[in-house]
């Protein structure tokens, strides 16, 4: 048996884009011990799926943390191969406090280095299929998400909703449509015979709060669900709208009907969420009339 550790350690999109080579990288090691580092809000997410028989939990220790890089080094310590699918220059730099075992990436003498010039340009889902490929692993199964589909019943909802995404990373504000334009569009979905439901961080209130002004029928769950119960949200809902983040990857992944919106500061060709997808895009979000989303409603 060998032992295998996988480096996945960033934002919520980015990793749902890895679903597929987790389950990959599982397949092709299926008597292996396979460890994923990741970092603390990934961590009981991940130990739940099919793909891991131990999750490691990456302090990201700064580099004069001495006593941080001891604890990381012993992390990084004892493995047989390493796939890196983070593939950052700090993710990269790991190669050498884990020994210089066979590894998988960009990482400079990596034994299996992903030798594309242009894995820059290529979106995230490509470039890590071809890393893999490179690598040696021929097999891409679909990823069960089974793991993902539980319970919701306690948020009472009716039969036919529709996932609304308001939100987006605090420090990339360009990438959220106005929440009065939401607001539009929740009337509109009610018109529809859907009732909007609003799914992010408490920080996302006062945006739920603007969208239920103009929209009251509006059911807002920011601030009470779990990765996992946005999954399961996203697998019962009929659709799901928002803006380029982590939970429109999710919803895509499970399945779900999903309209995107991308402004100029994301290229789709890189990023987009795969699947049942309709990607909506301008250069400044805040001139998206609420009237060409609503057009693209099922």
């Not at 700064?62 to 700090?90: A, E, I």
Request: charged content about 20%; overall charge positive.
């Amino acid at each position: 048996m060998k032992r295998i550790l996988v480096i996945r350690l960033s934002a919520l999109g980015d990793m749902v884009l890895s679903f597929g080579p987790f389950a990959a990288i599982r397949a092709h090691h299926p008597a292996d011990r396979i460890t994923l580092l990741t970092t603390r809000p990934f961590a009981g997410l991940l130990a739940a799926s099919p793909w891991f028989d131990a999750i490691a939990v990456d302090a990201r220790p700064q580099w004069w943390d001495l006593p941080g890089l001891l604890r990381l080094r012993r992390q990084l310590r004892g493995f047989d191969l390493v796939y890196d699918l983070q593939t950052s220059g700090r993710s990269s730099r790991y190669f050498r406090l884990a020994g210089r075992p066979a590894w998988s990436g960009i990482a400079r003498g990596a034994s299996l280095p992903h030798a594309n010039p242009g894995r820059d340009r290529m979106h995230t889902i490509d470039r890590q299929r071809e890393q893999l490929e490179m690598a040696g692993i021929t097999s891409f199964p679909k990823p069960d998400l089974s793991w993902l589909r539980g319970d919701i019943s306690r948020f009472g909802l009716p039969d036919r909703f529709a996932l609304l995404v308001p939100g987006a990373a605090p420090h990339r504000p360009e990438k959220r449509w106005p929440a009065e334009s939401y607001g539009v569009l929740a009337q509109a979905l009610a018109g529809h015979g859907l009732t909007p439901v609003i799914v992010g961080t408490r920080t996302e209130a006062p945006l739920a709060a603007t969208i239920r002004a103009a929209a009251p029928a509006t059911i807002d769950l920011t601030s009470r669900t779990e990765i996992a119960d946005v999954a399961a949200l996203a697998a019962r809902a009929v659709l799901a709208i928002g803006n380029d983040t982590g939970p429109m990857h999710l919803a895509a992944a499970m399945g779900t009907r999903c309209i995107v919106l991308f402004g100029g500061a994301s290229d789709p060709a890189l990023t987009a969420p795969r699947g049942d997808v309709r990607i909506l895009r301008a250069d400044d979000l805040r001139t998206l009339a609420p009237d060409r989303v609503a057009a693209a409603l099922p």
